[in-house]
């Protein structure tokens, strides 16, 4: 089972896993009480003036890591197709991947002494 | 085509209660957990033992007040929960839940979907799931959600990576992405030992994927001792802060439904899914049915480990996540994969 008819069954799962959580969220909103004022409003009340808002800059490390994410995962996708034809693809596969390996290591290791992962610094 | 709507609407409808239900008194079972190992008795007043508390704190959920902050992005603040739960109703739709029962003459599978790149539309819907934090809590506009959401998404990105490069030695050894044929070539008998038949689970030639695959899982579900997102003596609740009623509700559910879809996955890819000794033994409707029952014994488990793992360690510090998430987990991940090519390819050429 191969065709597009197989992805049917996951259509159905969306239609009933959105209308539940659509659903849900609509009815709680009616069911519970909804008293207003400008207090309790307030981000994170808790009786201590708040200062200023979230949209605040953070660490550069995170931005770091998310971009590093993208290129080491990109490479993780090219192992699946190699993974799926292991077995067809034999010895001259196996030294085409360790070429490939060593070239994601090399890059691996660029990153880790540029100290792209060091968090305690 | 008709019959085919029904058998999986009902097949859907199914699984997806058995979801809601299990992941509901997955709160109990965690409370009464906890209290077993700290030595106390746990909730014990709603009904005997207490088994009616899930669905107490079920209706107070529903009937709390649905607060959302001025400051807050209001549609993205409701879409962060409804993003999350989505997510996690959908991974079970791959997952194999037993062989195949033949009612009235007709072959029903027991999968939801048998598509042929089953792993990977797992990875892609937890892959979603973190817009769900990530969305949720930048929309709170609250310096303590986005604290939690922004270690989050950086902590599920990472061990990302570990988990997708584990998986790889399992795909290679079975040549296939589907769950399906997964499970079913962990049916034979281990290392050709007469009376094993059943037992050819993936942990056994693959210990360090398991173990491996078993840490990320931890991670990407948020759980101690990775559950530095909400961890409450710095962050009060994390990505949730803001939330309450059945927003929040949803949050916390995701978690638990994540877990037992993990636990499903974790039984299917290395602990033979729904085989055990001796089912090939059985007649075919019973087969699928003790298969049933065997994969669930190990999802439970699995959920216990998660439970137990969570009331035995303290939480790590950010840079030890860190740490061992892309400096120890992923070259871990690249080495296991390259010995697992190098001795079946190795094999092969004797």
């Not at chain 1, 200023?52 to 699946?80: N, P």
């Not at chain 2, 008795?41 to 709390?64: H, S, Y």
């Not at chain 2, 059943?198 to 030639?205: A, H």
Request: aromatic fraction near 16%; include cysteine; proline fraction near 4%.
């Amino acid at each position: 089972m191969n065709t597009t008819s197989s992805y049917f069954p996951i259509v159905m799962q969306t239609l009933v896993a959105g209308g539940f959580v659509g659903l849900v969220l609509t009815l709680t909103h009616l069911l519970g009480p909804s008293r207003k004022n400008k207090t309790k409003d307030a981000n994170f009340e808790c009786g201590v003036e708040s200062d200023g808002d979230a949209r605040v800059r953070f660490s550069i490390k995170y931005f770091m890591t998310a971009i590093l994410f993208v290129l080491f995962d990109v490479e993780v996708i090219f192992f699946y197709p190699y993974a799926v034809n292991f077995k067809e693809l034999g010895g001259e596969g196996f030294l085409a991947v360790l070429m490939f390996v060593s070239f994601f290591l090399i890059g691996f290791f660029y990153v880790l002494k540029k100290g792209a992962l060091e968090w305690d610094k | 085509m008709l019959d085919l709507i029904i058998e999986k609407s009902i097949l859907i409808l199914s699984v997806f209660s058995v979801t809601l239900l299990i992941a509901t008194y997955l709160t109990y079972t965690e409370r009464k957990v906890a209290a077993f190992l700290q030595d106390r008795i746990g909730p014990d007043r709603a009904g005997p033992f207490g088994i009616f508390q899930p669905l107490a704190d079920a209706g107070k959920m529903f009937f709390k007040e649905d607060f959302i902050p001025a400051a807050s992005a209001k549609w993205l603040f409701i879409m962060g929960p409804g993003i999350a739960m989505f997510t996690a109703c959908m991974t079970g739709a791959v997952i194999p839940w037993g062989t195949s029962l033949n009612i009235m003459g007709r072959e029903v599978s027991l999968q939801i979907a048998d598509v042929n790149i089953g792993i990977l539309y797992i990875m892609g819907m937890v892959s979603i799931g973190v817009y769900g934090i990530m969305i949720g809590g930048w929309a709170s506009n609250n310096k303590y959600s986005l604290m939690g959401a922004i270690r989050a998404s950086s902590q599920m990105i990472s061990y990302e990576l570990a988990m997708g490069l584990s998986i790889i030695s399992i795909v290679m050894m079975t040549g296939s992405l589907s769950l399906k044929d997964i499970a079913a070539g962990q049916s034979g008998q281990l290392f050709g030992i007469p009376l094993t038949t059943g037992l050819d689970w993936n942990v056994f030639v693959q210990p360090v994927g398991f173990i491996i695959f078993l840490v990320c899982a931890f991670a990407e579900t948020n759980r101690a001792p990775f559950d530095l997102p909400e961890c409450e003596s710095e962050l009060i609740g994390g990505y949730h802060t803001e939330y309450s009623s059945m927003k929040l509700g949803f949050f916390l559910f995701a978690e638990y439904i994540n877990m037992f879809i993990s636990s499903a996955v974790i039984s299917t890819l290395y602990f033979g899914g729904y085989n055990f000794p001796g089912i090939h033994l059985l007649p075919h409707n019973l087969q699928a049915i003790a298969g049933i029952a065997a994969l669930f014994g190990k999802i439970f488990f699995f959920i216990f480990v998660f439970m137990w793992v969570r009331w035995t360690l303290p939480r790590f510090r950010y840079d030890q996540l860190m740490h061992l998430g892309w400096k120890i987990l992923i070259p871990l991940s690249i080495l296991n994969m390259l010995v697992t090519a190098g001795w079946m390819t190795f094999r092969n050429l004797l």
